[in-house]
């Protein structure tokens, strides 16, 4: 009997990171993802129906990059990731173990069936994450 073609998720994102494994870390707890291929360029992240690779920064450029201790995020840039999660206090208590974060409940807001908060990982790379409600 043949076997079946193995599924891809059909939906995903790249994020370059500084530090790729503190970020990894911080997406596979925060999102529930696993690591199915890890390589000094890049870690290949999977679950939940999409996949996030996390992008060593080359070093001549990592070097000039400065993240901001605590990590403060970064609002200038053109574009917010959004992921469907089951709780958002499991993704508050995975992002505070990471070196993420995630905004008080009082600042969510109610959006199509979702209750929903915006965040940054580790780099301050802003995101956001909808629980149903």
Known sequence: MASSPQVHPQQGCVVFAKDKARVSRFYQQALGLVA??????????????????????????????QIAQPVQPREDTPIKPSFVVADLEA???AAANTGGHL?????????????????????????????PE
């Not at 679950?47 to 070097?63: L, Q």
């Open 36 to 65: 199915e291929e890890s390589e000094p360029s890049h870690d290949l992240l999977c679950g939940n129906g999409y996949e996030v690779v996390v992008h060593s920064i080359p070093s001549r450029h990592a070097t000039l990059i």
């Open 91 to 93: 993704v508050r208590l």
């Open 103 to 131: 905004r008080s409940l009082e600042s969510a807001w109610r959006l199509r069936g979702f209750i929903v908060l915006d965040g940054w990982d580790p780099e301050g790379n802003v995101l956001q994450f909808k629980q």
